[in-house]
DNA sequence: AAGAAGTCCTGGGCGC
DNA sequence: TGCGCCCAGGACTTCT
């Protein structure tokens, strides 16, 4: 699942490889890459692969840049080129993939950027003004910028009334957080993902705010976790899936305790905890 | 109106 | 052994 720790890593590695290149060509296998799909079996968007090789055909890649859980690569239209990766997608820079759902030629450059994604629900699209993009506008706060109005954000948190695992979940709220982070940072300060929100006090927050920080630069430092499908811009896996320490262990003893950590389903999402470490 | 639940997908793990 | 069931989750839609 990659979360912003592993886009991190795969920003930092697709801009290293692509910023100045210039696109060459473009061949789309799975349609459904780039029109996605809604609940009513109609396309979300109406592009076709002619549409979408137009508008990025002869385009130079400026830099690659993040937001939330969302790859930018900024082109010299003054677009950008959006894809998000959601549960198995791959964005890796190398020989021609025969299974990639979507490939990516670059001038003078053999290799392509292959998009794999075994449950196809990964999405590349291109907006010419990604800060108005629907699916980008109303993300939270990114948690690792120094602008992240921790007060603020805590005022917003305690009046809320829904569990702390799903508020940290919204990505209205924060950007970039999924099912393993939210899990770990709230093993890190201690709160029980049942926790409602609206029990939360003052001094709690800059804890939380601090766990949050922690597990991602943790995550980013050992360059994502790797549980599954996850790998970086050269398909390389991470190693912070030997650093988690409630994540995928249910059942186990706590690093911390020794006490048998447990599962919960909180809105149809599965959360583990420590009994005794978390209130 | 906020919060919960359902939906898309498919490999893997489990039980019988 | 092999089949079938169910789980995993991000973002979006629909329901309550």
């Known amino acids: 699942m990659p979360e912003l720790p592993e886009v991190e890593t795969v920003r930092r590695g697709l801009d290293r490889l692509l910023a100045g290149r210039r696109v060459s060509r473009v061949f789309i296998r799975d349609l459904r890459v780039l029109q996605g799909f809604s609940l009513s079996g109609l396309p979300k968007r109406s592009v076709t692969p002619?549409?979408?090789?137009?508008?990025?055909?002869?385009?130079?890649?400026?830099?690659?840049?993040?937001?939330?859980?969302y790859l930018l690569l900024r082109l010299s239209s003054g677009g950008a080129l959006i894809g998000h990766l959601r549960m198995t997608g791959q964005l890796i820079y190398g020989p021609p993939h025969a299974e990639a759902r979507a490939q990516i030629g670059f001038e003078g450059l053999p290799d392509v950027l292959n998009f794999c994604d075994t449950r196809r629900f990964g999405e590349l699209w291109i907006s010419k003004d990604w800060t108005k993009d629907p699916s980008l506008k109303d993300l939270g706060p990114e948690p690792l910028r120094r602008e992240w109005d921790v007060p603020g954000w805590g005022v917003s948190l305690r009046a809320s009334h829904t569990r702390l695992h799903s508020a940290l979940l919204d990505q209205r709220r924060l950007a970039g957080l999924g099912n393993i982070y939210a899990m770990e940072a709230l093993f890190e300060c201690g709160l029980r993902p049942t926790r409602r929100c609206d029990t939360l006090t003052r001094r709690d927050i800059p804890p939380l705010a601090e766990g949050v920080r922690r597990v991602l630069t943790r995550g980013l430092s050992h360059r994502g976790v790797s549980f599954n499908s996850y790998r970086d811009a050269l398909g390389r896996k991470g190693q912070a899936q030997n650093h988690l320490m409630v994540y995928g262990r249910a059942g186990k003893p706590c690093n911390a305790c020794g006490t048998v950590l447990r599962s919960v389903r909180i809105s149809g999402r599965g959360a583990v905890f420590c009994p005794r470490c978390q209130k």
Do not use: A, C, P, Y
């Open 50 to 69: 002619q549409g979408f090789e137009k508008n990025l055909r002869n385009q130079r890649i400026l830099r690659v840049d993040r937001r939330g859980k």
